[in-house]
């Protein structure tokens, strides 16, 4: 079988996703998800001027071959850019290989570990009351786990209190929207939504919160510590992890599950803190960590070390890669949870797929490949739009993290 072609498609029915499409001689056409969020088009170019040329005629079936031409090949490793146009291929030819085997992506993994996939949707309010009728809202839709986000009196805008459909965000003039943090006003707010929470739902329902990057170790120290009475799920992103020596530090004062590695590209990212065990779950994706054959080592290598698998599931990620996501869900031994944050209809209308959402768990579905295709004439109706991820600062104008 020979790579005949590979189309690079980016569109935006509603926000903008970055598609691979592999064709082959034989027929056979694959589809991965290249999508980097505020930065699309410079993993589009990366694919259409870099990548593309040196594929055409290789063997789709050798996707190991070609993963490590493309990372090892570059001379420049790693980075969002390069791992993102990697895991467009890597799961475009993935997608191949089980059709050529007419089977579902899982079964070639290994088969099914589980019958189903549980995963965790978003409930926020700008008020800790709205938050709670939000997390009320997800249980009555089935959901066992929810992740729960309240807006900080003071602050005008706050992580995962807009509308959550995570549409693109830029400002009038196109470019990144500010927002401003405190970690002061921050901290105190967080154990009170969860104390209402836990008052109003009770113990069952898996709760898990985000503090997207923007603490120091002891200030994530604190907050663990405060949210034990929770019994959260998982407290995510707490530092910044480029440092995975910061996260020693909160392992040693709490025992509130951590979570990490949705930015994450590689299997150095997150080698440490695995190695560690200074995380109970990883949060590696399909599209950022170089696609399934780079994500299922990364799975592997965790479950050595007790950590358990938690993909990033935000709707800045494209249904292929929720798709191809699900599979790895379905298979890997040490399987935790998968994040769902849901979908438009605008979204779904271009990405056909084979996935289902029942009572709070996923299926990838039984469809040969990993089931989710791109359809080219509707995706042709949304053109892309240039946005950003929002940029934060502190109170006093210092750049932080968002
Ligand atoms: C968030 C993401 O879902 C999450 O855990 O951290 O929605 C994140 O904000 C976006 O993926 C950034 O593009
Ligand atoms: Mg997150």
């Known amino acids: ?27 056979l056409t694959g589809v991965g998800d290249a999508t980097l969020n505020g930065r699309e088009l410079a993993a589009a170019a990366y694919l259409e001027e870099h990548v593309v040329p040196c594929l055409i005629g290789r063997d789709p079936r050798m996707s ?49 570990s589980r019958t189903k996939v549980l995963c965790y949707t978003h ?61 002061t006003k ?5 154990p009170q939504l969860f104390e209402e929470i836990r008052a109003a739902h009770g113990d069952e329902i898996h709760l898990l919160h985000d503090a997207h990057h923007r603490l ?46 949705e930015v994450f590209n590689t299997i150095w990212d997150c080698k440490q803190l695995i190695e560690e065990q200074l995380i109970d779950y990883i949060r590696a994706t399909c599209v950022h960590a170089g696609g399934p054959t780079a994500l299922r080592r990364i799975m592997d ?26 599979h790895l869900d379905l298979w890997a031994p040490n399987f935790g949870i998968q994040e ?19 009572d709070g768990y996923m299926h990838p579905g039984e469809a040969v490949g990993h089931g989710v295709d791109f359809d080219e004439e509707a995706a042709a109706k949304h053109p892309y739009k240039r946005a950003y991820l929002p940029v934060n600062r502190l109170e006093d104008g210092t750049l932080w993290h968002w």
């Not at 031409?69 to 990697?86: D, E, H, K, S």
């Not at 602050?155 to 943090?181: C, F, H, I, R, S």
């Not at 070390?305 to 249904?319: F, Y």
């Open 340 to 358: 769902y944050s849901g979908y438009s209809e605008e979204m779904l209308s271009v990405f056909p797929h084979a996935w289902s959402f029942e």
């Open 1 to 27: 079988m020979k790579i005949t072609d590979i189309k690079v498609f980016v569109t935006c029915p509603g926000r903008n996703f970055v598609t691979v499409k592999v064709y082959t001689d034989e027929g």
């Open 186 to 190: 921050y901290l105190p707010r967080i």
């Open 64 to 112: 190991e071959d070609i993963w490590h031409y493309l990372y090892r090949g570059a001379y420049w490793r790693r980075g969002p850019v390069t791992m993102a146009a990697i895991a467009g291929i890597d799961t475009a030819l993935w997608d191949i290989k089980a059709k050529a085997a007419n089977m579902p992506l899982y079964q070639l993994l290994g088969g099914a």
């Open 123 to 183: 409930a926020q309010g700008r008020e800790i009351g709205e938050a709670v009728d939000a997390v009320g809202e997800r249980m009555s839709q089935g959901y066992k786990a929810i992740r729960a986000q309240v807006g900080i009196p003071g602050l005008p805008d706050v992580y995962g209190t807009g509308d959550g459909t995570l549409t693109n965000t830029a400002d009038d003039a196109g470019l990144p929207k500010e927002e401003v943090w405190s970690t």
């Open 216 to 261: 120091t170790p002891i200030e994530a120290a604190r907050l663990g510590k405060d949210l034990e009475p929770f019994r959260l799920f998982w407290l995510e992103d707490t530092v910044p992890a480029e440092n995975q020596d910061g996260f020693r530090l909160i392992r040693q004062h709490t025992t509130t599950p951590l979570a990490v590695g």
């Open 301 to 326: 290598f965790a479950g050595l070390h007790h950590v358990r698998t938690g993909c990033h599931g935000a709707a800045d990620m494209s249904p292929i890669c929720l798709g191809a996501n699900l």
